[in-house]
């Protein structure tokens, strides 16, 4: 139970309490980071003893859990404390006016149109800007691959996918509460090409790295891949919203591992020109929504940034869902070469 007193809470609602929650917004490509976070329906909040109701007409907003910390929907905390909530889209900024008329400014909205999946952590180097000429992106959704099926489990280094060849698997979504929404669906994962690319190519296309482990060594390079999507579907739980966006439903990218064993967490298919990401938000342009009475399909292609260890054979690894799996049977590898 998350606690709030009306004498201190708008030094609480800051820019990293905030929740995202208005319609659909553009944002910078530098302005964002795909995090990895849980939904906990377990927490509620009260303010002066009061228990804040979080649910709205499109939903119940609990908190989410964020490494240790709990973010709560700064409109539902605002107003029941007795300020008003607006989003000024001018400034991209949530303005919270408290009861005596002080105002307190966000750069974040209290609500988006995007679905966080769990995922790794980022990777990301820090490296001075390059000069290196830019590729020309070519952003468009994919027209129906033809891959060969692969003849490879995926399950280990050994018996990874090769390149250029398609595979299949169904994944499910149930792990962050027991009584929240469950969603699956058939992906199929192609990698078309991999090229080799530099950090200043990859500035000019919007992309920015962040830095997991600085004593390796890494170099970047940009996969063209294929995605199928298929038969996504949604179980409603007892205390969520029972919609998700299609647009969310997506493989997980973990990294990359080398026949070592030796790994490095990272990898971005959002938020650069070119990116799998972004074409697949233009695709699906108008936000349709998976519910239990609508499955959804879907296919496109596009890029996808990944660092892999200097010197050394990589394999790219998407990471299950499934929180029924063991944590070692998750993992499907992929062959760059």
């Known amino acids: 139970m998350l606690k709030v007193t009306s004498k201190k809470v708008m030094s609480i609602i800051t820019v990293s309490s905030m929740l995202l929650a208005v319609g659909a917004v553009a944002y910078a490509d530098t302005t964002l980071n795909k995090i990895s ?21 499109e939903g119940t907003m609990y908190p989410i859990i964020y490494e240790g910390h709990s973010y709560v929907s700064a409109k539902a905390v605002s107003e029941a404390l007795g300020a008003t909530v607006k989003w000024d889209n001018s400034r991209q900024a949530v303005v919270i006016t408290s009861a005596n008329g002080g105002t307190s400014t966000s750069v974040v909205p209290d609500k988006d149109n995007t679905v966080a999946q769990a995922t790794a952590k980022p990777a990301t180097v820090s490296t001075p800007p390059a000069t290196e000429p830019t590729p020309q992106a070519t952003p468009k959704p994919a027209a129906s691959s033809s891959a060969t099926t692969s003849s490879n489990s995926g399950a280990s280094f050994a018996d990874a996918v090769k390149l250029g060849t398609s595979f299949t698997y169904t994944d499910l979504d149930n792990n962050y509460s027991p009584k929240g929404d469950s969603t699956s669906a058939q992906y199929t994962f ?9 950090l200043g190519q990859l500035h000019a296309l919007g992309f ?3 830095v997991t482990d600085p004593d ?14 298929k038969n996504a579907t949604l179980v409603k739980g007892s205390e969520d919203q029972g919609r998700k966006f299609l647009s969310s439903f997506t ?16 990898g971005s298919s959002d938020y650069f020109e070119g990116s799998l990401g972004e074409n697949i938000e233009k695709l699906l342009a108008d936000f349709p929504e998976v519910t239990p009475s609508k499955p959804g399909s879907f296919e496109a292609s596009g890029k996808v940034v990944l660092p892999i260890i200097k010197g050394k054979e990589n394999t790219l690894i998407l990471y299950r869902n499934d929180s029924k799996l063991e944590s070692d049977k998750r993992s499907i590898y992929f062959k760059l070469k």
């Open 37 to 57: 976070a849980y939904q906990n329906a377990a927490i509620s909040i009260e303010v002066d003893n009061q228990k804040v109701n979080l649910s709205s007409s």
């Open 251 to 266: 493989p997980t990218i973990w990294g990359v591992e080398t026949s070592s064993g030796q790994y490095y967490i990272g």
């Open 190 to 198: 192609t990698i078309n090409k991999v090229t080799s690319t530099t």
């Open 216 to 229: 390796v060594a890494v170099d970047y390079v940009l996969l063209d891949v294929t995605l199928k999507v």
């Open 208 to 210: 920015e790295e962040h």
